[in-house]
């Protein structure tokens, strides 16, 4: 398949179905009807969800918003990067992630973090191929509210 059989988009809620299958792929096993809830974000000015369109079905989506803290000037940073299991190795993946950058580009922001479980096959290899800097590891908390 070549690049430009690859169609990058903002996501519409029409694509809840598709979504909720893809966050399963994730690890977030998530319903139709609570992806439907979380695409309230589709109207936050400081996010946005983009799908990726191959063969003309949906099969992959990155989630990227603005990150506002006291100690960096804004940057941006991902939510979510997933790439159909049957679509992977074609370019989506790096599709999505240059689609994410140049919305952060058009919000005047310098750098994008993404942040990857060590324990995920493929992704520390995927992205040094498209152009990131390993910059640290971290352990993640979780605090139960
Ligand atoms: C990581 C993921 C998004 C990559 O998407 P993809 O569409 O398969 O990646 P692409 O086809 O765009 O690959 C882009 C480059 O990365 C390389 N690459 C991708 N996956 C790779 C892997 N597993 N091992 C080595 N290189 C890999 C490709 O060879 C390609 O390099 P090239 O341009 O030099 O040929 C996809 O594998 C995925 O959804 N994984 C499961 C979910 C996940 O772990 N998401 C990330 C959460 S942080």
């Known amino acids: 398949?070549?690049?430009?059989?690859?169609?990058?988009?903002?996501?519409?809620?029409?694509?809840a179905e598709a979504?909720?299958?893809?966050?399963?792929?994730?690890g977030y096993p998530s319903t139709v009807r609570q992806i439907r809830e979380r695409l309230c974000l589709l109207g936050d000015p400081e996010r946005t969800l983009l799908v990726a369109q191959a063969e003309g079905?949906?099969?992959?989506?990155?989630?990227?918003?603005?990150?506002?803290?006291?100690?960096?000037?804004?940057?941006?940073?991902?939510?979510?990067?997933?790439?159909?299991?049957?679509?992977?190795g074609e370019g989506l993946g790096a599709a999505l992630l240059a689609g994410a950058a140049e919305w952060g580009r058009e919000h005047d922001l310098t750098v994008m973090w993404i942040r990857a479980n060590l324990a995920r096959e493929g992704v520390h290899d995927f992205y040094p191929a498209v152009g990131c800097r390993r910059v640290k590891d971290q352990r993640v908390y979780e605090y139960p509210l």
């Open 57 to 88: 079905s949906l099969a992959g989506f990155i989630d990227v918003h603005v990150q506002r803290v006291v100690e960096a000037d804004p940057y941006a940073e991902v939510g979510g990067l997933v790439v159909m299991a049957g679509h992977r």
């Open 1 to 15: 398949m070549s690049d430009s059989d690859v169609r990058v988009r903002p996501a519409s809620p029409t694509d």
């Open 19 to 26: 979504l909720a299958g893809l966050c399963g792929e994730l």
